[in-house]
């Protein structure tokens, strides 16, 4: 019978906010991967750092650890490298990740780290009530910019791909199954997995009639080089989800043991 993996902690995000839906697909996941012996839940360690994200390691009666705004990455790193029998899972913001996680992101997938990364990317700093993120798009009006921001925002993927990430996907909240699946091949595979959840956020950014009107899955193989990648997210015209690309490389931890 599955364990709900729940706790006592009182869930506090906002009514209907995704975050829930995410929380569901990974305690879906991990019951998947236990029940099929592929992980042992007392290996599983999950990290988060601040902002609305962060709230989920109060919500898995697992091992957790919650980390400083930026470093969940960096945190995730040490416990792998403490020990490579750990399945390092870590839930960070878009913000958390691109603005003071950056660097830790850029090295971790540079290393090959084994760690795998799950951003709630909500294009937002949703905690801090509504300032524009590294993701945020250009004209976006929160608190930090009334005037719309005039900076562009980063491509989460194509900049994780360049660093040299080994499996890169993104999912949408809103679908549960698929986010699962995603989540649970992450979780399986060797190397530094990102996976960008798209999470609109309900109060500070909604953007969730434009994502159904503008999300496709993609078909067919897995991509393995980055042309392939390019040529994906340019010429369909809509926002592609699906896993991006997945290769196999030695992994900084084998390397650190050689």
């Known amino acids: 019978m599955p364990n709900s993996l729940a706790t006592s902690a009182k869930i506090t995000w906002c ?26 839940l007392e290996n599983i360690v999950a990290c988060s750092g601040i902002g609305c994200h962060g709230k989920i390691t109060e919500y898995l009666d697992m091992n957790t650890f919650t980390s400083l705004h930026g470093r969940s990455i960096a945190t995730m790193a040490g416990i792998k490298l403490a020990n490579p029998a750990l399945t390092c899972v870590g839930f960070a913001g878009d913000a958390d990740t691109f603005a003071e996680g950056v660097e830790h992101l850029v090295h971790a997938a540079r290393r090959n780290a084994d760690i795998k990364l799950f951003v709630h990317d909500n294009r937002v700093f949703a905690l801090t009530t509504g300032q524009a993120s590294p993701l945020s798009p250009q004209g976006f009006k929160g608190k930090s ?20 990430a080994t499996f890169v996907a993104r999912t949408y909240a809103g679908d549960i199954a698929r986010t699962k ?18 999470q609109p956020c309900i109060t500070f950014f909604d953007t969730r009639d434009y994502f159904k009107d503008n999300i496709t899955w993609m078909e067919g193989p897995t991509p393995t080089t980055h042309d392939e990648v390019a040529k994906i997210e340019h010429e369909t015209g809509k926002i592609p989800c699906g896993i991006f690309y997945q290769v196999s490389k030695p992994t900084y931890e084998q390397a650190f043991d050689a």
């Open 145 to 164: 910019t009334p005037a719309g921001s005039f900076e562009e925002p980063f491509d989460p993927l194509a900049l994780t791909l360049i660093a040299g």
């Open 15 to 40: 009514p209907g906010c995704p975050n829930s839906q995410i929380l569901v697909a990974f305690r879906q996941a991990v019951n998947d991967l236990v029940d099929g012996g592929q992980v042992k």
């Open 181 to 198: 699946d995603i989540m649970k091949q992450a979780m399986l595979h060797r190397g530094f997995a990102f996976v960008d959840i798209i």
